[in-house]
């Protein structure tokens, strides 16, 4: 056997996992769970800054912006599962 040929084949099942795609299922979970992460994290530091408004430790224009952001992120996550609601509905009409 060849010594190019071997190293070849190397290179070649070394780089093939990073070649490989990945399937849709992983990508899909992957996504959705950095989305999920991020609300939950906006709501979290809403409520944070909420209780320092509160109790004196954060001003009133921190309040604002981070009711603003909670509120936004909110909205957002309605009109994801409004539109996700939507499309299993348009499936369900589907003839069979």
């Known amino acids: 056997m060849d ?5 070849a084949a190397q290179q070649y099942a070394a780089t093939r996992p990073a070649t490989a795609p990945k399937t849709g299922a992983e990508e899909a979970a992957s996504g959705f769970g950095q989305l999920a992460g991020d609300f939950a994290q906006t709501l979290r530091q809403g409520e944070e800054t909420a209780k320092a408004a509160m109790t004196g430790g954060a001003d009133s224009h921190a309040l604002v912006q981070a009711l603003a952001q909670t ?3 909110v909205e957002t996550a ?7 609601v939507e499309a299993y509905q348009e ?6």
């Open 71 to 73: 509120e936004l992120a």
């Open 91 to 96: 499936i369900l009409r589907m003839p069979v």
């Open 78 to 84: 309605v009109t994801v599962r409004d539109k996700v």
């Open 3 to 7: 010594i190019r040929s071997t190293l």
